[in-house]
């Protein structure tokens, strides 16, 4: 079986502060596949973009290790490490601050094909420039050579840093946030044409949203990874995940997704039945599950005193708590017995 793309393994990033340690990310191990859509879900400051730099070789784990296609990124020389960065390309989510305002998006395109000799000149670099515009849906390629940054709706500039990405024929995309500041009549559009690049180039995506309902849209075929507090609480198949969530903290994300008809709108329990809407500071991470001050299922005595790991519970399902993996264990044992 091949090397996967990318590859976490018990990866932690801890951040230094005047104020003390900030755990940002906490033991996490997830892999992309060639093709694969990987979905990082989460309320803001759960550690999902700082997982993605350590995926893209932006930020150096201080605990763990991050492979490509096998091999220790940080371990390998110059050269190696070069060709990694052009396999891996990432998708800011502002493209108002993405682009240099003082380049023309010519000179955007092309600088890269021309720096990494992809191009043999800089006719041939315009040509390749114009055709990436094409591949990303802005067409003609030049009514937008030319313009900058400033001349660009949102959802062109964006499509512009995907079109930036794909110069260097990279082989997983880390997508962060990449649609949240779009207008919403133009999200659906910039996802249909990720899912085209995907299915055409074969590219990976690990893919970073704090919106199930993207998530759900864009990476139906592929794995969602639910993170809280800097740790992975749910992982599995997206139609698993949306269909059948586990984990107290999924539930509660699913609730927050609106519900378009009125009736089904009524019979939810408002923000998913938390116990509380604040969320804990990475500095005072609460003892046992890092949830349980907030989880509508907390038993005291187990959840605040011990920390949950990340079991299976079916195939190819991993849920970090107490309750839901006691509750699976309960019904492997009765469906043995009978």
């Known amino acids: 079986m091949p090397e996967p793309l990318i590859?976490?393994?018990?990866?932690?990033?801890?951040?230094?502060?005047?104020?003390?340690?900030?755990?940002?990310?906490?033991?996490?191990?997830?892999?992309?596949?060639?093709?694969?859509?990987?979905?990082?879900?989460?309320?803001?400051?759960?550690?999902?973009?700082?997982?993605?730099?350590?995926?893209?070789?932006?930020?150096?784990p201080t605990d763990g290790t991050v492979s490509f296609r096998g091999r220790d990124i940080w371990g390998m020389d110059k050269a190696d490490f070069t060709n990694f960065r052009r396999s891996v390309q990432y998708v800011h989510q502002d493209p108002y601050a993405s682009l240099n305002p003082i380049r023309s998006?010519?000179?955007?395109?092309t600088a890269p094909l021309l720096k990494h000799k992809i191009a043999k000149n800089s006719g041939h670099a315009l040509e390749l420039a114009a055709g990436l515009l094409e591949r990303v849906d802005l067409h003609p390629a030049e009514s937008y050579l030319y313009k900058f940054p400033h001349q660009l709706s949102g959802g062109q500039r964006q499509r512009v840093a995907i079109a930036r990405a794909l110069s260097l024929d990279p082989k997983l995309i880390v997508a962060d946030e990449s649609t949240s500041m779009l207008d919403v009549s133009i999200r659906v559009g910039m996802l249909n044409m990720l899912g085209r690049l995907r299915d055409d180039l074969e590219v990976g995506f690990l893919f970073i949203t704090h919106d199930l309902a993207i998530a759900k849209y864009f990476g139906w075929s592929g794995k969602i990874a639910v993170m809280y507090l800097g740790r992975i609480v749910e992982f599995g198949p997206t139609p698993d995940v949306i269909n059948n969530p586990q984990h107290p903290y999924t539930r509660a994300?699913?609730?927050?997704?609106?519900?378009?008809?009125?009736?089904?709108?009524?019979?939810?329990?408002?923000?998913?039945?938390?116990?509380?809407?604040?969320?804990?500071?990475?500095?005072?991470?609460?003892?046992?599950?890092?949830?349980?001050?907030?989880?509508?299922r907390f038993e005291a005595g187990t959840c605040d005193t011990t920390e949950p790991q990340l079991v299976p519970i079916e195939p190819r399902r991993q849920v970090s708590c107490h309750i839901v993996a006691r509750e699976h264990t309960a019904l492997d044992r009765a469906s043995g017995h009978a």
């Not at 709108?265 to 907030?294: N, Q, Y």
């Open 7 to 60: 590859k976490l393994d018990g990866a932690s990033q801890v951040f230094k502060s005047k104020r003390g340690d900030v755990p940002a990310v906490n033991d996490v191990s997830f892999e992309v596949n060639p093709g694969e859509v990987l979905c990082l879900v989460g309320e803001s400051g759960c550690g999902k973009t700082t997982s993605a730099r350590m995926a893209a070789g932006l930020n150096k």
């Open 105 to 109: 998006i010519n000179k955007t395109l």
């Open 253 to 296: 994300l699913l609730a927050a997704v609106p519900e378009p008809d009125p009736e089904l709108s009524k019979t939810r329990v408002p923000d998913g039945g938390l116990r509380s809407a604040e969320i804990p500071s990475l500095r005072r991470l609460p003892t046992g599950c890092t949830f349980h001050p907030r989880c509508p």
